[in-house]
């Protein structure tokens, strides 16, 4: 892998947690007022990745990448818009397909500078996140779609040996959703107090065990933008 797979953090401030952003760039803005968002204070944005795609303004939310108080796992939509500007034209094709014809509408000059500007920042995206946050004494994983792990230390440890697979989980699995969803519940996962993921859309914000989902179909018509802090989490998750 080109980038370190899972990324460290101690949040001194409050910790937020975003779930997908998908273009509303004005809409996030916004919530970050509502809720008071201070980062002159020390407080951190945590996002599940996505942040482009779908929305009105993909290209102003990648300038958050560039914020030293915002920290963003990769989602499968960054994974998209890396391999179309890398790679083939089937890989164009299906980012364009799955909402980033926005890149397309640029000219190629935009194309040319977004491509030189981002192409680093979206590359050196880590897969997963580790958030020690002083406030609560606790420690917060964030990964964008799923986790194919039992132990939160599994994930850090497996390194440069992560499989395809496990790899294609944390982006694109919705598995441990159609589970419960079934009625079939996962034990917690270990080493962390709370797993924060995204990528499959809800009206609301969802928990089980201790796994947070927060994606909330941002994007999309009716969708909205979901910010938690760390204290509403964990309150939600002891309910």
């Given at each position: 892998m080109s980038c370190q797979h899972v990324t460290k953090h101690h949040?001194?401030?409050?910790?937020?947690?975003?779930g997908d952003i998908h273009g509303e760039y004005h809409q996030?803005?916004?919530?970050?007022?509502?809720?008071?968002f201070k980062p002159e204070q020390g407080d951190q944005l945590y996002s599940v990745g996505d942040l482009?795609?779908?929305?009105?303004?993909s290209a102003r939310c990648l300038e958050f990448l560039e914020k030293p108080w915002f920290h963003a796992v990769k989602g499968n939509h960054e994974a998209m818009m890396l391999e179309a500007l890398n790679g083939?034209?089937?890989?164009?094709?299906?980012w364009f397909s799955s909402g980033g014809k926005w890149f397309e509408q640029l000219s190629s000059a935009e194309q040319q500078q977004l491509s030189n500007r981002y192409r680093a920042p979206l590359n050196s995206l880590p897969i997963g996140m580790e958030i020690y946050v002083e406030?609560?004494?606790?420690?917060f994983g964030v990964v964008h779609a799923d986790f194919p792990f039992n132990h939160w230390d599994a994930f850090v440890q497996s390194g440069n040996n992560i499989t395809e697979q496990q790899l294609a989980s944390c982006l694109w699995?919705?598995?441990t959703l159609r589970a419960i969803n079934n009625g079939n519940y996962p034990d917690p996962?270990?080493?962390v107090d709370a797993l924060i993921m995204g990528h499959t859309p809800h009206p609301i914000f969802r928990g089980h065990g201790n796994r947070v989902w927060l994606d909330t179909g941002a994007g999309y018509p009716k969708g909205t933008i979901t910010i938690?802090?760390?204290h509403q989490i964990v309150h939600m998750l002891l309910r």
């Open positions: 949040c001194h401030g409050t910790a937020y947690f975003v996030l803005t916004q919530s970050l007022a509502k809720v008071g482009v795609d779908r929305g009105k303004d083939t034209e089937a890989a164009k094709e299906l406030q609560q004494q606790l420690t699995s919705r598995a996962i270990t080493g938690l802090s760390a």
